[in-house]
């Protein structure tokens, strides 16, 4: 393991210059050239349940595996001839410049995988200026986000109805308060499912150690570092309304008593009036749905199956994107994850359609590999990626990459 890189909290800089990479990530390039090697160290490195809780679907992994297939096999033709150096990767959204069209999905309880990983991620994405979008159930709150990410911080939200939203409500308005730069409304959760490998793993809820994950803890000695000083994963958001001082126990059935339930687009239409920001409903597949959002007044909407984390049977996101951005038409920014693993792969979404890549297991792996260097490292294998392939295609911005042609033969039309 190499323990020098695992011990080194922060963040790296980013290969920002159009002249390319700096030395530091070619540097780290030999150890870790591409998200599939950061998986690869993130599998022999993390003890077991903390890789399968961020790594694994639901049932037998069979919609992770749909998401991969279909992204690889979208083909896109170069013509030469026309483009001089790197094209530049910056974007517009929602009246922010990022700096590249890649985002941190939102994630909830990412400690486990990796302790104070809402933190690192956070930084790092601040750091690279990228979305950083941070999940209702983080370690970390609103707040604390704010801090760590103050220009790029997102709020997620998951459903809690009781008392007239007095909770999801209040959420809004405080992220409205700290400057959060959108509020997203996960629909994709209408019940609870069950992630096979993280029951196999003995994970529950509220997490607590098995004496089988102690052992396996013990075989990690940088997880088992870093879980001595950051500690058990919690609650970031709850104090508020459950009590500052509840143990984690009485927090984790707190929260389920209060969430829960699918979101109705009357709902959505009610959050459109408490928060004044932009708006993206996540979880679409469904082109009418995009419709539907886009009639309730959102301003984006992000296609996502959760990354195959909730039902196995669903279509791959970008076999979807086409016809969702088809009934959108530009009347809303398109978003899109699930199963993005390179800077390719935002390039093929950004062809087809989106206006910004968010990822979830790729920065899970960038932090089970390096730790907290991890999400900085995997934010510049993906910008580096993606100029590179859009260097490679002859065009000159994403605008280009929408005009060439594209073979996408699993594409999946409503009609
Ligand atoms: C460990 C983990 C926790 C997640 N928690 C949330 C969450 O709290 N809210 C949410 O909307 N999506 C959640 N997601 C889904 C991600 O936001 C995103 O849709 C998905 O990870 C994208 O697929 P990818 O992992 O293949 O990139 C989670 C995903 C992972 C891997």
Request: with cysteine; aromatic share 8%; charged share 20%.
């Amino acid at each position: 393991m190499n323990e020098k890189v695992m011990s080194a909290p922060g963040v790296q800089t980013a290969p920002a210059t159009q002249a390319g990479p700096s030395a530091e990530f070619r540097e780290t390039l030999r150890s870790y050239p591409t998200i599939y090697h950061l998986r690869e160290c993130a599998r022999r490195r993390l003890p077991g349940f903390a890789y399968d809780a961020g790594d694994g679907g639901v049932g037998a992994d069979k919609g992770i595996q749909r998401n991969w297939n279909a992204l690889d096999a979208v083909e896109l033709m170069p013509k030469y001839g026309v483009t001089k150096g790197l094209p530049p990767t910056g974007v517009e959204l929602f009246g922010h410049r990022y700096a590249a069209p890649i985002g941190i999905a939102p994630m909830g309880s990412p400690g486990i995988v990796w302790p104070h990983a809402d933190e690192f991620l956070a930084q790092a994405a601040q750091k690279a200026n990228v979305p950083y979008n941070l999940s209702t159930v983080s370690g970390m709150s609103i707040e604390e986000a704010a801090k760590h990410a103050p220009d790029v911080f997102w709020l997620q939200l998951y459903r809690f109805p009781r008392n007239e939203f007095a909770i999801g409500f209040d959420l809004a308005r405080r992220a409205a308060a700290v400057g959060a730069k959108a509020l997203v409304i996960t629909l994709d959760v209408p019940v609870r499912t069950t992630r096979t490998r993280e029951v196999l793993a003995g994970i529950s809820s509220p997490f607590r150690f098995t004496p089988k994950m102690i052992m396996q803890a013990l075989g990690s000695p940088s997880y088992c570092a870093s879980f001595l000083k950051y500690g058990i994963p919690r609650f970031g958001n709850f104090g508020k309304y459950a009590g500052e001082n509840v143990s984690l126990n009485e927090m984790s059935k707190f929260i389920q008593g209060e969430s829960g339930g699918a979101f109705t687009w009357e709902d959505v239409a009610r959050y459109r009036d408490v928060w004044k920001g932009p708006l993206i409903v996540k979880g679409i597949m469904h082109p009418e749905d995009a419709e539907k959002a886009v009639s309730v007044g959102c301003e984006g909407v992000q296609v996502s199956n959760h990354g195959g984390r909730q039902i196995e049977g669903l279509p791959a996101t970008i076999d979807v994107l086409p016809g969702v951005a088809a009934a959108v038409n530009g009347r809303a920014k398109v978003l899109f994850d699930s199963g993005v693993r390179s800077g390719l792969d935002v390039v093929r979404a950004m062809a087809l359609g989106a206006d910004m890549v968010l990822a979830g297991k790729a920065f899970l792996w960038g932090l089970g590999a390096m730790g907290g260097d991890g999400p900085g490292h995997t934010i510049d294998l993906f910008i580096d990626e993606m100029r590179a392939t859009l260097g490679q295609l002859g065009v000159r911005n994403f605008e280009e990459a929408r005009r060439v042609p594209i073979r996408h033969n699993t594409a999946f039309r409503v009609s």
